[in-house]
């Protein structure tokens, strides 16, 4: 994503070719406590329980606080809103929330604006992304059935008692689940956002350190710092400008020429000059982020019997090791499972879990895409979003790797698409008919997020389509576990079945990775490689 200094007017007339838009010509300058930063146009609205990826992620981590947050240092999930969230059974919860909450437009939260959001998330006719994280609240399967229309419209197992209690029964034992609750889809909503749902969804409203102040889509949107935030977090500058960059290699230009504050995204072009370029003022943290190639399992020449072979062929064809090193100069690790080191043992992460598949051999590979019937059409395309400056290198050098292993300068292309919407519009269409480049940043820390949005049966980021009725019962058998290390170890029993049947490659662990001007001081990328934007402050 980013390159050498050069003049400003210079970076200006180049960006007007790449950039949707920016605030080009006036610099840092006349933006007194607000700081700017790269960002991409979210693929939905801003509605919690309908936003499953990392742009939108980022500005619900400034707009909201729920019953919990993560540790921006640790990722531990911490009391916010929640005073305690007390059970004698690892199924029915009570949870008490402190006083003093209010939404930016005076609305109090009380428990009802907990119970209100959860359950419309969960409705199936609101057509809500992150749906399934309520899928373990009793009464989901009526409210969003499998097939046919829901014969309820609340969860029977959400109960509002006062105010500031709420009881939740959940319809199996789930020992984690308090730890999931600082994900975005479990936050709160004002009635605001249910009297005029158009008008929230032009200006939401929220209760976190910040809010909304215009929203200019393909160009800005501008947060501005909440004075009368009651939390213990507030925003320590004035604003937030996330502006829209179409490439990454410009955002990173303009940070050095002085027209943006924060990139949190470094190009892999930019990775060798970087610390020279910036100095201290770069980042390089290990982050909970896993890259991958998702197969479309729905494709018969993908998804079929035996096509298993072709997919860890595919897999031991890439030289993970090579990649990282030339490509990612250290910031990223040859993956060796399906989950991140940031876990630690204890949080389910096991090195070499993958086995053979995740391990370059090129005569291997080539023995099994061929036991499986070949390359379908005996070539493939992967196919990623071309607006990030950072994918199509590595895109490339896969490709080049396959084809070496091959033996064929023409069985692997990259295939790019535009936008990162239009590219998550393609996949959630199913209209991708070879693999695509898929990256986990996780929601919470805890192996169950690696595993059961992506490859749980009709899981809410099961890009691919995969589905597995073993994998989905050892999965359902961790959660039931009394305790952490019994869940871990039946997980990981789940993690074996991807190996063996290889739905999506495991690519390597990312670290994140950003960059800021002498402008600002304070940065930081949490566990999630998102920057802590309320901690920044401006010089």
């Not at 494709?299 to 860890?312: L, S």
């Not at 979003?385 to 396959?402: P, Q, T």
């Amino acid at each position: 994503m980013r390159g050498a200094l050069r003049a400003k007017w210079g970076v200006c007339a180049a960006a007007a070719v790449a950039l949707a838009a920016t605030a080009c010509g006036g610099g840092s300058a006349g933006r007194s406590g607000v700081v700017s930063s790269s960002w991409g146009d979210p693929q939905n609205p801003l509605e919690p329980a309908n936003t499953n990826e990392v742009q939108g992620g980022k500005v619900l981590e400034m707009l909201f606080r729920g019953l919990k947050r993560y540790n921006p240092k640790t990722g531990a999930a911490e009391n916010v809103i929640a005073d305690r969230i007390a059970t004698t059974d690892s199924r029915n919860y009570t949870v008490t929330l402190k006083p003093g909450w209010f939404f930016s437009n005076g609305e109090k939260v009380t428990a009802k604006s907990f119970v209100d959001a959860w359950n419309y998330g969960a409705l199936l006719d609101n057509k809500q992304k992150n749906a399934a994280f309520f899928q373990y609240i009793d009464g989901f399967d009526r409210v969003h059935p499998a097939h046919g229309s829901p014969t309820a419209k609340t969860l029977s197992g959400l109960v509002v008692k006062d105010d500031r209690t709420f009881t939740v029964k959940l319809n199996q034992k789930f020992s984690s689940w308090p730890d999931t609750l600082g994900y975005a889809a479990f936050m709160p909503l004002p009635r605001a956002f249910f009297q005029d749902h158009a008008a929230w969804l032009r200006k939401p409203v929220g209760n976190g350190p910040y809010t909304v102040d215009s929203y200019d889509k393909g160009s800005v949107l501008r947060m501005r710092k909440w004075e009368k935030y009651p939390g213990a977090d507030p925003a320590r500058n004035g604003g937030i400008d996330l502006r829209v960059y179409t490439d990454s290699n410009t955002a990173y230009t303009d940070l050095q020429a002085g027209n943006l504050d924060l990139v949190d995204d470094v190009p892999a072009a930019q990775l060798k000059n970087v610390r020279k370029d910036l100095g201290g003022r770069y980042i390089n943290k290990p982050a909970g982020i896993i890259q991958t190639l998702t197969f479309p399992m729905y494709e018969k020449n993908w998804g079929g019997a035996g096509k298993d072979k072709v997919r860890r062929g595919i897999s031991m064809a890439i030289n993970r090791d090579q990649i990282t090193k030339e490509i990612f100069q250290k910031t990223r690790t040859p993956a060796t499972d399906w989950t991140s080191p940031v876990l630690g043992a204890g949080g389910g992460y096991k090195a070499g879990l993958c086995g053979e598949a995740c391990v370059f051999n090129p005569g291997k590979a080539k023995q099994l895409i061929q036991e499986g019937g070949g390359l379908p059409g005996g070539k493939m395309t992967i196919t990623y979003n071309a607006d990030s400056g950072s994918h199509k290198d590595w895109i490339d050098a896969i490709c080049n790797s396959i084809n070496t292993s091959l033996g064929s300068d023409k069985a692997c292309v990259g295939n790019p698409v535009g936008t990162f919407a239009d590219f998550r519009n393609k996949i959630s269409a199913k209209t991708l008919s070879g693999p695509f480049r898929a990256g986990w940043q996780m929601d919470y820390p805890l192996i169950q997020n690696f595993l059961q949005p992506l490859y749980y049966t009709n899981a809410s980021s099961n890009d691919g389509k995969y589905s597995n009725p073993t994998f989905d019962k050892l999965v359902d058998e961790a959660n039931a576990a009394a305790d952490t290390a019994r869940a871990v170890a039946k997980f990981q029993d789940a993690e074996k079945i991807l190996a063996a049947q290889m739905p999506a490659i495991p690519l390597w662990y990312q670290n994140g990775s950003g960059g800021y001007s002498d402008r600002i001081r304070n940065v930081s990328l949490n566990p999630f490689s998102v920057p802590v934007y309320n901690e920044i402050q401006v010089n």
